[in-house]
């Protein structure tokens, strides 16, 4: 007599070996699948297999998790996505995609953003658009929104 757990070991590693490493190959091209800006918003998260009925091809649907508003996004590119996906594994494997609408958690560095100052030709002329406003608060939170699309613009 031999314990389940052997038997158990044997048929789940034979089924659930190609559904994680297909996820971790998805998840080391995460940015070229679906793009530098976007990589850093959503994330694969799982992936769902189901048998077809009468012997064909498993179906395989793929979690990524983002924001309801960044899944908007996402899900205007999802053939895009499929497609770079399917491009990996050499066929149509992953045949869906479902967005799961939660907070992503993605650790690491963020990336900082360098902090352009304004020259002091820029300085003055921001300055002079907003002299003749006579509310202070006003005027300070304009110059702080002029002075964020001067250094966006320089980027």
Known sequence: MRPISEATARVSGQ????KY?????????????????????????KINYRKREKGGN????????????????????????????NQIFGDKWVTAIRFVAT??????????KSRISLTEDEKSHLS???ES?????????????????ITEQKQ
């Not at 089924?15 to 190609?18: D, N």
């Not at 406003?133 to 699309?149: V, Y």
């Open 21 to 45: 490493v297909s996820l971790g190959r998805i998840l080391s091209s995460w940015k070229e699948i679906v793009g530098e800006k976007l990589a850093g918003k959503a994330q694969p998260v």
């Open 133 to 149: 406003l006579a509310d202070p608060d006003l005027k300070a939170k304009l110059e702080t929104l002029g002075t964020a699309i």
């Open 128 to 130: 002079g658009m907003l």
């Open 15 to 18: 089924s659930f070996s190609r």
């Open 58 to 85: 498993p179906v395989a649907i793929l979690d990524i998790a983002a924001s309801s508003a960044d899944s908007t996004l996402l899900h205007y590119q999802k053939d895009l996505i499929l497609e770079r996906i």
């Open 103 to 112: 907070p992503v958690s993605i650790k690491g560095k963020t990336a900082k």
